[in-house]
């Protein structure tokens, strides 16, 4: 797969230097460790019959992304893998009959009504590994061949994409590693973030996708596409119960800190979604370490954001916290103190107001 992109889109990225290199077939013992310490899962291709309730009708979608391109304001128009708001649209629509290997335009965020009324659903198979929850933020990409989308995260959710019609794409995929998300910070909101990268990150995956396929991309995974036959993607955003670690160590490293205002309050509003999935399913200590863990940056985005700090407070006040045989893991509680008042009067404090924090003390 590496040398078809090579053959199609050149050395440009140097692809041909990837350390390493996994599929999902053949996954290297160092590789899948990587990926499944640091986010919900492995990355999966499931059968993407599964995601619809009905056939996708091609040319009408090509239709209907003329009328989008006249009227959508959530439309991104992308040249030369970057966001330009000079760019015309249509040149991407002429694209996808002759494509232009050197000056390749995109469209992202088309929301298409024609798609949208198919369903497009999260497969069963992804329950094997977590039931998924929160699916929105349903959308389509319009790419030609030799579109390239560079280095980047969803938000910190878990994604689920697949292309339409004789679309074909090639993902390579990176784990969250606390390696590769401070990697990723050093070049944030640069270009050529996957060539400035490629040597240095860790457990690469490469997968191909047609229509038969639907990938789940993991919770705060970096991916990367090259489009090697033009057509149409639709993706959507959801999380698990498995998912919180991940979005909070990308919160911890400050790659929320590039993000348009807009962007980075969905970031957030993300984050309490995963924590509460996380505590209804019990898994307490994870849900602990994970706020630990981005503790100073919830903390600075509580001080200014009441709605948020208010939910999140009620999320955390329907859960049972351990007892005192519990210690945290920040080695800051006295000895007397049960782990669940340290807890709240240490790390959840900022969730409350002065006058609350008053009442708690008498």
């Given amino acids: 797969m590496l040398k078809e992109i090579l053959e199609e889109v050149g050395p440009n990225f140097a692809i041909g230097s990837i350390p390493d290199p996994s599929t999902l077939d053949s996954m290297s013992e160092k590789t899948r460790p990587l990926w499944l310490s640091s986010t919900s899962s492995i990355p999966q291709l499931l059968d993407s019959s599964q995601s619809w309730r ?3 009708p091609l040319v009408r979608a090509r239709n209907h992304t003329a009328t989008a391109v006249r009227s959508e304001s959530h439309l991104c128009v992308n040249y030369q893998g970057e966001l330009d708001t000079v760019a015309d649209p249509n040149v991407a629509i002429s694209q996808l009959v002759d494509a232009d290997p050197n000056k390749p335009v995109f469209l992202t965020g088309l929301r298409l009504p024609i798609i949208e009324n198919l369903e497009f659903r999260v497969p069963l198979d992804v329950c094997k590994v977590a039931e998924p929850f929160y699916e929105s933020n349903e959308q389509v990409n319009m790419t030609p061949k030799y579109s ?3 280095l980047h995260i969803d938000y910190g959710t878990d994604g689920l994409a697949t292309p339409i019609g004789d679309c074909r794409k090639i993902w390579l995929l990176y784990p969250p590693t606390t390696h590769n998300l401070r990697s990723m910070k050093v070049v944030d909101g640069q270009r050529l973030r996957l060539a400035r990268l490629v040597h240095e990150l860790e457990g690469c995956v490469v997968v191909e996708t047609t229509s038969a396929h639907a990938i789940h991309i993991p919770a705060a995974s970096l991916h990367a596409t090259f489009t090697l036959q033009g057509g149409f993607l639709i993706a959507k955003d959801f999380t698990t119960s498995r998912s919180l670690t991940a979005f909070s160590e990308l919160l911890a490293t400050g790659l929320d800190e590039s993000l348009l205002p807009e962007a980075r309050a969905k970031c957030f509003e993300w984050l309490e979604r995963c924590l509460e999935i996380s505590l209804v ?16 940056k919830l903390a600075s985005w509580a001080a200014t954001q009441r709605g948020w700090r208010v939910s999140v407070r009620r999320i955390w006040d329907q859960v049972s916290l351990p007892d005192s045989a519990t210690i945290c893991e920040c080695d800051k509680q006295v000895s007397e103190t049960s782990f669940a008042t340290h807890f709240t009067s240490t790390h959840l404090s900022f969730l409350f107001s002065t006058c609350q ?6």
């Avoid at 399913?281 to 100073?296: D, F, G, N, T, Y």
């Fill in 148 to 150: 390239f989308v560079d």
């Fill in 54 to 56: 009905g056939r996708v």
């Fill in 281 to 296: 399913h019990q898994k307490i200590k994870e849900s602990v370490s994970a706020w630990l863990r981005a503790e100073e």
């Fill in 357 to 362: 924090l008053r009442h708690d003390r008498r």
